[in-house]
Every structure is written in structure tokens, then in C-alpha cells.
């Protein structure tokens, strides 16, 4: 298994990015539960022939979607190593726990966090997100809030990201139970950075009309264009309106393993919360999201249950003063720490920066390339490692369908998996280069096959 796994990863470049599930294998998924034993062996088969040719394709140098890692095989055997211990990192004494501690305390040298700072191995960004905003808001009510909830408050909670935001911050406050229409979607400049004029309008007119903002989430790396807002500039504002900076860098905060994208980032080491995921730009196998919190108190505070079955005592196996159960919704939690850890040891943050900054150069060139061909137009300047751009129509009211449908034949070729977004509300071929195989003849690839559809779906148009 071991092998044909390794073999998958070294020969992936030699298969489609992606392809159409065929019916009948799909149709194979649809068993009764097994009551009969059966060999390790056939198992391994059905999964070689009927689920590993059928994946995304994240893995693979071609794909360019949405933000999506790569994996390294250093993650991957390290996640063999981790199923093997089976730990459960609830809590209790035991050496997995150091290795997330470990983690957080380089996160704290990374962001220039205080050593006070607390940080937590979660799923993905969007449950950091979630997490964030749950200690913001203890923090803005006080801990009684824990208790009587936001119905008992006389305040009325509002919060800031700008529209570039990803939707789960709003999913996180609604998950809070503060409302979607709580949080306040402020514009965006040129540059798609959050408006800080327009940032600290919102708020004065809120505080007149009663409402008390507790928290302003900056956005390190869009999702659509890959922008950073001004996080001094939002810091600025937070500090002087006592109110909590959150920042989402699902994938853009780690661009600081990079010394020479670090300096876009200023500002970051003033927030007090950032939320990010390992599984993006640092290559971890999925899925390795994590949360870091400047005070670690009010963190702690605001998920700590005590319960007499989970008791801590001063010796034995359940020694331990705080567990990281105490710091997020779960209680039993898997060893994602033990593949972050092998993956920063082994490559270390020079070569993990290198290949960051290697992935925007991708995109200088890919934004080269779209420059010179006419039949090509750039929808959004060209920031980090994502690039709007679109097959020009002959027809402007076309283009939409035309570019959705270039992106369909391309991810249908196995050729090459770009995604798509608005930008301006003009549909984008939406390329995000993430993936550390990804070199220029994949960029180059990929272009050719777009201006081939392109012509291809304009001539068929036409007839
Ligand atoms: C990917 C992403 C998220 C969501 O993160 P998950 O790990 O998928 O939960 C949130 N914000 C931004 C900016 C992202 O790129």
C-alpha cells in the first residue's frame, strides 16, 4: 500500500488533473453494510481502481483551484506515523501534546506573539474563524456571557471584514449566534484592501445608533484575488476603538515563513487572533487548520468546562493543568500537530518560504503571458499567487458563458483545474497557485489549452 502510494505521488504529473466519475463506479458505492469479512487485499484493489483515480486532483502540478496544498510525502508519512500511535490529543499527559505545544511556540517566534499566547490544532480556518470570534465576544460581555448567552446582553453586537472577506467569517458569526446581518461588509479599494475611512465610518455610525462592535477582521490573502488588507491600518483603528483585530490568513499568514513577503504582512504581530491553515501555502496534509490567540487567558476562557470525569490531577496520566480541550469545541481531537511538525523540521522556513515566494513568481509569469496575448485580459491586479483573467468574448454579453465553459473543457481534458469567481462581477478564470509542483510548463499548459477552448467555443458559437 506503502509503495503504491509513493508511486502515485512520483508518476501524478503523468495523470489527468481530474476526471468525470464513470456512472458504474459510482453506482458501486451503494453496498449493503457489510456483515462477512473480507480480504485487506481486494479492499485495497477496489480503492486503487475505484477511488484514487477519481479525486480532486489537488496533488497534482495542473490543478490551480480554489486554494488547495499540494502534500508532501513527508506529511503524508508522518500522518502513517500518527494512525499508528492513534493518539487522542483531548488532553493528559503525553509527548504528542509537546509536539503541538512545540508548533504553537514557533507560531508565537513567527508572529512575534508574547509567550502568554495560546494556539490550537483545529480542522481548517473556518472553525479558527469560529473560535476567534467566540473569544472576542467573551471578551466583549465578559465571561458571564458564557452563561446567559446574547439574549441576557443589552448590547448589540457588530463586527467589520471587508467584502473581500471569505464567507466563513460570516458563517462564524452566525454560528455565534450574533447574526450574519451583524456583521458590517465594508468596501474595498482599488487594491481590493479593506477601505479604512469607510471602516471607521461604520463603526461611528454604529456606536451612535447603539450597537457595540467588539471585532474587526482583516483579511490576510482573499480568496478571489489574494489582497492584504492595511493590518496596521486596521490595527490602528482597533487599538484606538478597544475593539478585538482578528485576522483570517487561512492561507496568506504563512507567506511569513517568506522573508521576502513577510514586510506585506506588517502588522500581523498586532493582532489578537489569527487564524490559518497548514494545509494551504505550507503543503501539510489535509487537514491542519490552527488558531492563535495573543491571550491565551481569555482563550482558555471561554471553552474550559470543567467536568468531574475529565479531572486533572498532579501525577499519572491525567496530570496536566490545561488541555487543549479547554481551548476549542473538541474533546477528543487527532494528532495534526505530529505532520506540521515533520514538515517544518524537514524542509525548514527557508525552503518553505523560497517555495512560497516560487509560487507568486508563477504568477508574475502567468500574468506575463496573459499580457501577451491579445485574445486574453487580466480582470485583477496580480497580487501574491492569484490571477483573474478571462478569454475576451466578441460579444461582452458572452462572457461569462464562455469563459465557465472554458473552464468546464479544461477540468474535463484533465489538462488543467483553474476555478472561477467574480471579479467586478464579471466571471474570472480564477487561477491560485499553490501547489509546490507546479512549475511554468504547467502555467504554460494551461494557457495554451484556455486561448485552444477559447477559440474552439467562439468558433462553435458562431456556427
Ligand atoms: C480557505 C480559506 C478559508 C477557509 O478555510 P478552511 O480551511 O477551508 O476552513 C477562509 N478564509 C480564506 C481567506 C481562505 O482562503
Known sequence: ????????????????????????????????????????????????????????????????????????????????????????????????????????????????????????????????????????????????????????????????????????????????????????????????????????????????????????????????????????????????????????????????????????????????????DFHKWAQVQYDAGYILVRDGQWHFDTFATPTSYLKRETRGIAAGERWPCDFGPDLSRGFRALKAWFTIQVYGVEQLGKMIEHTCELAQYLQQRIQQEAALELLAPVNLNIVCFRYRANQQSDADDLNRDIVFELHESGIAAPSTTKVNAQLAIRVALVNHRTTRVDIDKMIDAVLRFGAQLTQQNQS
Open 1 to 276: 500500500m506503502l509503495d503504491d502510494m509513493l508511486d502515485y505521488i512520483e508518476h501524478i504529473r503523468e495523470r489527468p488533473v481530474w476526471q468525470n466519475i464513470p456512472d458504474q463506479v459510482r453506482g458501486k458505492f451503494q453496498q449493503a453494510l457489510p456483515q462477512q469479512a473480507s480480504d485487506l487485499a481486494e479492499v485495497h484493489q477496489r480503492f486503487m481502481q475505484e477511488v484514487l483515480p477519481y479525486a480532486v486532483g489537488n496533488s497534482h502540478p495542473g490543478f490551480m483551484g480554489w486554494v488547495q496544498g499540494g502534500g508532501t510525502p513527508v506529511g503524508m508519512l508522518a500522518e502513517m506515523l500518527a494512525a499508528g500511535l492513534n493518539a487522542n490529543l483531548g488532553g493528559r499527559d503525553q509527548m504528542p501534546i509537546e509536539v503541538e505545544k512545540q508548533v504553537t511556540q514557533w507560531m508565537r517566534e513567527l508572529f512575534q506573539f508574547p509567550d502568554s499566547a495560546s494556539g490550537l490544532f483545529v480542522t481548517g480556518t473556518s472553525i479558527a474563524n469560529f473560535i476567534a470570534v467566540l473569544v472576542a465576544r467573551t471578551k466583549a460581555l465578559g465571561l458571564a456571557s458564557r452563561r446567559q448567552g446574547l439574549a441576557a446582553s443589552p448590547q448589540r453586537l457588530v463586527a467589520y471584514a471587508s467584502i473581500g472577506a471569505h464567507a466563513c467569517v460570516s458563517q462564524a458569526i452566525d454560528m455565534a449566534g450574533i447574526g450574519i446581518d451583524a456583521l458590517r461588509l465594508i468596501p474595498v479599494n482599488a487594491a481590493f484592501e479593506m477601505d479604512i475611512a469607510q471602516l471607521e465610518a461604520a463603526i461611528a455610525a454604529d456606536r451612535v445608533a447603539g450597537y457595540t462592535p467588539f471585532l474587526i477582521a482583516g483579511t490576510a490573502g482573499t480568496v478571489d484575488v489574494g489582497a492584504i488588507d492595511d493590518l496596521d491600518a486596521i490595527a490602528n483603528v482597533a487599538q484606538a476603538q478597544g475593539l478585538w483585530f482578528h485576522i483570517d490568513g487561512a492561507y496568506g499568514a504563512l507567506a511569513m515563513l517568506s522573508a521576502e513577503i513577510a514586510p506585506r504582512l506588517k502588522g500581523i504581530e498586532r493582532a489578537d487572533s489569527i487564524a490559518f
